[in-house]
């Protein structure tokens, strides 16, 4: 579900330039004829993702942890469609919103909330992440944090279903993600808790919201 392959590895400086190769744009002035807006927004869309995908690997080496980033991100992309909001923008909040995690464990999401104002993100995308910590005091308003709640133990639940399955995701229904969510010695570090209180915020049935983050 990437947009720009290869993105977020090189300086912020040179995010124009990576961009606009990963997306087979012509540097050239002359280039842009008619399709001139569009493109433009394309490369914008671009720069953002490779933007968010450059903090999330500067500061996550974990692979675990980055696979979680990338599979919320994924789920909130879904979402956003479902509220005829912006997928780039949600997808992005999916891709952030654990990534001061590993270097500042005691400080998150407070120290990310910090570093993402400063880089000038949106205060709802600001709060949302805020808001997926329930310890953090930030109420969820926006449909965007209470996907993110919702999305985001569901998430790493269903990557350790997929874990001990064969065929991995695929063939993964709700009725044996449900069934294991009763198993409390199973991935026993999700709150099954933080799951319920999502899919009621939410006001979503149950295995609906589990098959869609599945499709994700």
Known sequence: MQLC?????G??????????KACGFDSHPGHQTNREKGETNRELVC???NKALEILHEYVQSES??????????????????????PETWGMVGLL?????EKYPNE??????RFLKEEDYSEEIIEAILGHATYSGTPRISPMAKCLFAV???????????????EKLKGLTPSSV?????????????????????IQELDIDEDKHIARVIEA
């Open 11 to 20: 300086k912020r400086a040179r995010l124009k330039i990576v961009c606009r």
């Open 65 to 86: 942890l980055r696979k979680h980033c990338y599979a919320v991100e994924a789920a909130m992309r879904s979402y956003a469609t479902t509220y005829g909001e912006d």
């Open 152 to 166: 985001d133990e569901l998430c790493g639940f269903i990557i350790a279903c997929a874990l001990v399955r064969p």
């Open 108 to 113: 998150h999401p407070f120290w990310g909330a």
């Open 97 to 101: 919103h654990d990534f001061d995690y």
């Open 47 to 49: 720069m953002n993702r």
């Open 5 to 9: 392959p290869g993105g977020g590895t």
């Open 178 to 198: 449900k069934k294991r969510l009763k198993m409390k010695a199973f991935a026993a570090k999700v709150s099954r808790e933080d799951i319920t209180l999502g």
